[in-house]
Structures are given as structure tokens and as C-alpha cells.
């Protein structure tokens, strides 16, 4: 089963072309799935929409009554399909806003059966690009992976960024049981929790991959939520909290990655487990 978890603010144009997109994909590729939206205190008639798209495709919503920010919608949408799903199910993070395109999905789920635990999609791989972004943007973007790049180096991983991921359930139920609550840690600084939870994957030794996508910026119909003076101070934040493993609890975390990998990979770096399930 794959799971579709959809973070969503003020997504009124986009739900309906977006899902509708999902089911084509999922049904091309001979996978099932269930979409869970977390509707975070939307304002239009995201809501409305979203009742209605829950009588034709497979879904779940959860509502936050207030706005609480994409770090905690994600957390809570993550909680939710881990207490669920099976430890061999994926997990898709895609925005909302129309500018990850589903079809990417097959081939994250061929990399993850390539002996991965979580594959991002990458503006920076061959092959990979983004239309409609600014040449600020694009710029502040490129920066801000390279000094993730720099301070955390992940083999072979360019993009720290970007939302667009497929995760092993598996890798998902650990790291609630390894991090807590503090998985994602700086829930209200911007959008510094998927920069986060790259950070965690390389705490745990998960063998992370990528595969070339380009986002369609162009496609976005909503005002954007990023607040990039907040989420700027939020990866400095993230490098003072990360960049070297403070006190117990980080000495903790470190024993706990080393023993994790010890237990899931074999000597030549090779992940035991078996083939994500993607059936019903």
C-alpha cells in the first residue's frame, strides 16, 4: 500500500486536479493506495472540497481547527499512517499545491527496491529542473542545499529541500520510537522540518536516494506559504542543534543510529529488508 499524505493551507484550486492526478498515476502503476490530507485550519473552501473528494477516491482528512504550520501537519499526517500502515507500505510526501506530479512515484518506488529507505525527489539530479521559479528563489533554493550539502553530507543526495519523498513505513515507525516528538523539533520555524527530517534519516545511517524530478511551479494556483527570512534562521538554527551531537541525548541518538544500521544493513552496506508493498 502506498500512502499519499498531503500537508494542506488554503489548497482550494489545486486539491481536485492534484488527486485526481494521484489516482491516474496509482492506478497506471498497479498500485494501491490511500490519499490522508491534513487539512491545517484552511480558510477557503479547502475543507468543503475535500468532503467532497473523500466520497470518490480512497482518503482520509484530518483537520486541524487552527493554522499550526507545515512541521506539525506533517508530524501529525506522518503519526497517523505509521499507527496504521503496515512496516513494509510507503509513504509519499507531495505538496499541495499541484507542483509535484504523481507520476515520479513509480520511480521512487523502484529506487526505494533498490535498497533504500527514503528517496527524494531532486531539482539537482541529471534530468531533473524546475520551471516557473524565480531567478531569487532559484538562487536562495540552490544555496541553502549546498550548505545542507556541506554541513551534512548525505552520499549521493543533493536535494534537502524539497518535500517530494518516499519513505519506508518501517523507517518511519523508528524514527517516532527513536525521536519522539522531537522528530520534527522546530515545528514553527517555517519550513525547516523537511530539511529536519533529512538530518534525522542521517542520525539513523538510513541509506537515502534521490531520483530526478522537475517541480512545476508554474502549475501553482496558491499564494506561496514560505516565509523565507523565518525558515532561513531556522536551517542556521538546525545547523547549531545538528552539526555536532550535543550531550547525552545527541550521544543517545548517535549509539542508536550506529546500532540501527548494524541491525538493518548487512557488512558490505546493503539493506536486509525485503521489497516495499505496493499491492493491495
Known sequence: MIYILLPAYNEEDALEPLITKVDSAMRHAGFAYRVVVVNDGSKDRTGCILEQLSRRFPMDVLTHKYNRGLGETGRDGFEFIAERADPADVIVRMDCDDTHEPDYIRAMVDKLNEGYEVVTASRYAPGGGQIGVNLYRRTISRCANLLMKLVFPIPGVWEYTCGYRAYRVSHIQDALKLFGNRWIDLKGMGFTGTVEKMIKCRLMRARVGQIPF???????????????????????????????????????????GRERRARLYDEKGRLRLGPVRVDA
Open 214 to 256: 522537475v517541480l512545476r511551479y508554474d502549475q501553482k494556483t496558491s499564494v506561496s506559504k514560505v516565509v523565507t527570512n523565518l525558515t532561513t534562521l531556522g536551517y542556521l538554527v538546525l545547523i547549531a542543534k545538528y552539526a555536532i551531537p550535543w550531550g547525552d541525548l545527541g550521544d543517545e541518538w548517535q549509539r542508536a
